[in-house]
């Protein structure tokens, strides 16, 4: 009975500011006395869930219940403590919402016999504001519950900051969560061994040394990879794209910059132009993209970056990154172009000129082309799809997409007219990120674009959407915790391949206007805080259960967290001996520093998370004089000329 003793304080104390009589006083300590042991039940071991970022006032809102008793009685009220009890005036705390109606969870990971899980759905309370939840039955302490416009909004900012973590080349200081490290891998780097005929090229071209400082590590690896850079940079950009208003004042609170870093731009394009940067570099002169950075040896356990002092190196080029670094130079090109930045313009244009230069390199090898030597996979990963019938075609036709958008010529439509039908449109992945390229076709025309051919490709790829949408769709609404994941899905990043998924969602939402779409990826994307057999929030340093012990080097050599990670979530083929191995798959997670199989991060899962975020902000909160892109033409001022590769003689 000792909850009884906070109340009757509370009632003295709002009775004393109210200058009630000792009489009043005594009236109101026995009516909450008598009100607590009226509604008293006996207190279950029940697990409260809740989204620990809060809910939209016009998203679904729901709790779970774990461990509840089947016969235990359900009641859920929430409670505004800035407004006075409607019963008893001298008390604040009014009740705004009241339900008893739940419906049972298929919950294959209850234990305990006679216990169920629940869902309580309170999707018709709107009303944003800071609540109270009271539960029936379930006595311990619970958090306040948010309703709120701007929860997407909120988290976005600190999945974005999580790049700046990443720089490689400099310093990086964050003097909110005290951390530091000074600046690494300043010696980027030496051009790796290859095949004697690769070799002859890649010498001839580039004198064996680049300077490729810069950029972002992947992750714990300290490796710079281009496929990772480029697909994320490219959702980056993506987000801003659908609404540049919205980031006009958008800040990451750096504590520390580089002298040689312009601020013209706002955050979200600054940070992203770390990336762009560092791919510029990493192209050689015939127009062909090298594939990563990094050392022969992984780096040891708990090393910072600025203590990786090993030799490092540029591995071989390769059609499939020289194309997704066609296609985010291309987006590039028209994002800062249109930043309204005076250097914008002619930044835009060096992008658009890489970008093109990159395809004539793809037009003049038509088939797939990956140099590797013998040190690939000594201390680094690759990107590289080891399914014998994996092509690059998903990968030129997302650049011939994303360059058409740009400039509008015709032989990138024709491109596309070719090919489309022979890319199958999937998820959003670094193995086939078609998508976004025909995402973006969708919803820009250009002055070229007009044609039955054009309006026929359109409508195919809303269609094929719209066909990958429903699928998913079924399957979230099929799943106990909105996951839509099935066993396959876990053999990499879970996390990752959710949100990959409930953004073809978000996606068919912007296209076809279905709101059905995006209230289903909003559930969705609730698993992730919190609403998850395991009761987490994946995203390290926030409230509400997240995980703290990401598996980083850096993180486990200063001791200290680090915020806005998405962790890659639950995996039962983890090789990392701390991760359980379960017949759950979705329970195969553990938050350990050593668990590299499921508690690891990567630029694609913050990217990932970034697009969910920006998208679901968007169609949520659309802009109050929305200037939307679809379907208006484009100009085309970035159509110029590649300078020749090399001098011409006169005839």
């Known amino acids: ?35 607590d042991l009226v509604t008293a039940l006996p207190a279950q071991a029940v697990e409260v869930l809740q989204s620990s970022i809060g809910y939209h006032p016009e998203a679904e809102k729901y709790l779970l219940l774990k461990d509840i008793a089947v016969d235990s009685p359900v009641e859920m009220k929430l409670i505004d403590l800035s407004k006075r009890n409607s019963k008893f005036p001298f008390l604040f705390g009014k009740r705004v919402y009241k339900t008893t109606a739940f419906r049972p969870v298929s919950d294959n ?39 709120n416009d701007f929860i997407y909004w909120d988290i976005l900012k600190p999945s974005i900051k999580t790049f700046y973590y990443q720089r490689c080349g400099q310093s990086v200081r964050d003097d909110v969560l005290d951390i530091f490290h000074s600046a690494c891998h300043v010696r980027d780097a030496t051009l790796a061994e290859a095949t004697a005929s690769a070799l002859q090229i890649s010498v001839a071209l580039d004198d064996g040394e680049r300077d490729v400082t810069g950029g972002w590590h992947n992750g714990s690896d300290y490796a710079k990879y281009v496929t990772s850079t480029a697909l994320s940079a490219s959702q980056l950009m993506g987000i801003y794209n659908i609404d540049p208003q919205a980031f006009r004042y958008f800040r990451l609170g750096y504590s520390l910059l580089d002298a040689r870093e312009s601020s013209e731009f706002n955050d979200l394009l600054h940070e992203t132009k770390v990336g762009i940067d560092w791919l510029l570099a990493m192209q050689r ?15 040891a356990e708990k090393m910072p970056p600025h203590d990786d002092d090993q030799d490092r190196y540029v591995f071989g080029v390769s059609t499939q990154e020289t194309a997704n670094t066609a296609a985010t130079l291309a987006i590039a090109a028209r994002t800062f172009q249109n930043a309204g930045s005076p250097s914008g313009r002619s930044y835009g244009i060096k992008c658009l000129l890489a970008a093109e230069k990159a395809w004539q390199y793809l037009s003049s090898r038509p088939v797939q082309r990956v140099q590797l030597v013998d040190a690939s996979y000594l201390g680094s990963g690759e990107f590289i799809d080891d399914n014998p019938k994996a092509t690059d075609l998903p990968y030129r036709l997302w650049a011939a997409a994303e360059l058409f958008v740009t400039t509008g010529k015709p032989l990138y439509q024709q491109f596309i007219f070719a090919h489309l039908p022979a890319v199958e449109i999937v998820p959003f992945t670094w193995r086939n990120p078609a998508l976004l390229g025909l995402y973006h076709y969708c919803q820009h025309s250009v002055s ?24 998913i769709a079924t399957a979230i609404e099929n799943t106990p915790y909105a ?23 978000l996606i068919a939402a912007d296209l076809t206007g279905e709101l059905r779409y995006r209230n289903i990826a909003g559930r ?42 998405l962790v890659d979530g639950p995996n039962p083929n983890a090789t990392d001996s701390v991760t359980p191995r379960t017949a759950i798959p979705a329970l195969a997670y553990v938050d350990d520093a050593e ?49 020749p590769s090399r001098p011409q003689r006169k005839q």
């Open 483 to 505: 996951s839509g994941l099935s066993a396959p899905h876990y053999a990499e990043s879970s996390n990752r391949m959710l949100l990959n998924r409930l953004n073809v969602l």
């Open 1 to 35: 009975m000792l909850f009884i003793i906070p109340l009757t304080i509370v009632g003295l104390l709002q009775s004393y500011h109210a200058k009630r009589t000792k009489k009043d006083v005594l009236q109101v300590c026995i009516l909450v006395l008598l009100y």
């Open 524 to 565: 969705s994307l609730l698993y992730l805080f919190e609403l998850n057999p395991l009761g987490k929030t994946f995203v390290t340093g926030l409230p509400l259960h997240a995980v703290n012990n990401l598996s980083h080097r850096w993180v486990r050599a200063m001791e200290k967290p680090l915020l806005g990670f």
């Open 595 to 643: 668990a590299a199989s499921s508690n690891a991060s990567s630029l694609l899962n913050n990217a990932a998370l970034a697009f969910s975020l920006g998208l679901l902000n968007h169609l949520y909160n659309p802009p109050l004089n929305p200037d939307t892109l679809q379907d208006n033409p484009l100009p085309d001022p970035l159509n110029y000329k590649l300078a």
């Open 285 to 299: 002169r015939d127009g062909a993209v090298y594939r990563k950075v990094s050392g022969k040896r992984w780096p």
């Open 448 to 471: 070229t674009g007009f044609s039955a051919e054009n309006l026929a490709a359109k409508q195919y790829i809303k269609q094929q959407v719209s066909a990958l949408a429903n699928h």
């Open 109 to 147: 990971s209850i234990q305990n016999p006679g216990s169920q899980t629940i869902r309580i759905d309170f999707t018709d309370f709107k009303t944003p504001g800071n609540y109270k939840l009271k539960l029936k039955g379930v006595k311990h302490t619970l958090p306040q519950l948010k309703i």
